[in-house]
């Protein structure tokens, strides 16, 4: 069955011939908890992928699950850095090539660095953004690890206290 939205994290999986599926919703999730009930999923298995630009102006990415956040201290001790800043919408779209809310690992322009939190692998199935609105990847973690070989995997997240 031909998928009927392509993007470049669609492509990527595709490129590779690695199993996935695509599911469309009406309308594009606010948090990771309406993604994952739009879904049929736990919070934990949405994946949330995120930009920080660190002190020399690179970029790294972190994936979180949903229900987490980034653990500060932890990425900044396991980078080197003293400080270390959320990357401006711009600069997301401009280095993913996805627009906020809809970033993918997968199908990057150029290569970046990529850490996993570890407890997106306990789960028996992921979900990510697909690189467009009201769209997203499912996948197996066994998937992502194949599809993203230098992936970093550590203890990067902490429960958020607050909605996220």
């Given at each position: ?14 490129d590779r011939n690695l199993p996935y599926r695509v599911v469309q ?140």
């Amino acid at each position: 069955m031909e998928n009927p939205i392509q993007t470049p994290a669609i492509q990527a999986l595709e490129d590779r011939n690695l199993p996935y599926r695509v599911v469309q919703h009406d309308h594009h999730p606010k948090s990771a908890a309406e993604a994952a009930a739009l879904r049929g999923q736990k919070p934990e298995q949405v994946v949330r992928s995120l930009l920080f630009r660190l002190e020399d102006g690179t970029f790294v990415m972190v994936l979180i699950p949903g229900g987490y956040r980034a653990h500060w201290p932890t990425l900044r001790r396991y980078l080197g850095q003293r400080r270390i800043t959320m990357a401006a919408p711009e600069e997301v779209q401009k280095v993913t090539g996805y627009p906020i809310g809809t970033v993918s690992p997968l199908g990057l322009p150029t290569p970046i660095r990529i850490l996993a939190d570890e407890r997106i692998f306990q789960q028996p199935e992921l979900s990510m953004g697909a690189g467009v609105f009201k769209a997203a990847i499912i996948l197996t973690p066994e998937t992502l690890r194949q599809a993203l070989p230098q992936m970093e995997i550590g203890n990067f997240a902490t429960p958020a206290t607050q909605k996220d």
